[in-house]
T-cell receptor, first 113, second 114 residues
Framework: QQQVKQSPQSLIVQKGGISIINCAYENTAFDYFPWYQQFPGKGPALLIAIRPDVSEKKEGRFTISFNKSAKQFSLHIMDSQPGDSATYFCAASMLTGRRALTFGSGTRLQVQP | DTAVSQTPKYLVTQMGNDKSIKCEQNLGHDTMYWYKQDSKKFLKIMFSYNNKELIINETVPNRFSPKSPDKAHLNLHINSLELGDSAVYFC?????????????FGPGTRLLVL
């Protein structure tokens, strides 16, 4: 049972464009929603995260939008750069109790120069 | 200074063999995890330990046995390796926080079973 659904599977964006990745979750007990970035041959690294008490969080060029009623959240990468080319994973967890991350299936982003 | 380290980085072995992967974190975290990333890049939790106590065992075959000798170490032993065990295994660690909890991942161990 996939509790976090992620789309698209792959994304090609021109340099300077906006990259948008969407996720939907099922378990309403989740209360922490991080995005991880993974480069080839490396482990995932936290990019940005949000809690459901806010609808948006921005850090530099990266923004998470969160819709609690729809159980959806998305990552927006503004002014996408070739260095942003990586695989992005949304995830969800509970800050108390089961703290392990439930990951989406990943989005491979290619930013073309 | 590597926060979460794993050894070995690569592991190529024959079916039926027994192998171990070691993980160490120097972040002072109390919780450690093993995740498996399959060939389609899907990441899934296998085990979680908190202060050396097993708290999550995610329907993983009994051939997989984690061991945590202390808070800073979490090892994974795999018996009777099968072709389907080929994957990248990631160790991670974290400390709980009221507003968020960053899990720090190791570089991964790429296991290939022939």
């Amino acid at each position: 049972q996939q509790q976090v659904k992620q789309s698209p599977q792959s994304l090609i964006v021109q340099k300077g464009g906006i990259s948008i990745i969407n996720c939907a979750y099922e378990n309403t007990a989740f209360d922490y929603f991080p995005w991880y970035q993974q480069f080839p041959g490396k482990g995932p690294a936290l990019l940005i995260a949000i809690r459901p008490d806010v609808s948006e969080k921005k850090e530099g060029r990266f923004t998470i939008s969160f819709n609690k009623s729809a159980k959806q959240f998305s990552l927006h990468i503004m002014d996408s750069q070739p260095g942003d080319s990586a695989t992005y994973f949304c995830a969800a967890s509970m800050l108390t109790g089961r703290r392990a991350l439930t990951f989406g299936s990943g989005t491979r982003l290619q930013v073309q120069p | 200074d590597t926060a979460v380290s794993q050894t070995p980085k690569y592991l190529v072995t024959q079916m039926g063999n027994d192998k171990s992967i070691k993980c160490e974190q120097n972040l002072g975290h109390d919780t450690m995890y093993w995740y498996k990333q399959d060939s389609k890049k899907f990441l899934k939790i296998m085990f979680s330990y908190n202060n050396k106590e097993l708290i999550i065992n995610e329907t993983v075959p009994n051939r997989f046995s984690p061991k945590s000798p202390d808070k800073a170490h979490l090892n994974l032993h795999i018996n009777s390796l099968e072709l389907g065990d080929s994957a990248v295994y990631f160790c991670a660690s974290s400390r709980p926080g009221a507003r968020g909890e960053t899990q720090y991942f190791g570089p991964g161990t790429r296991l290939l079973v022939l």
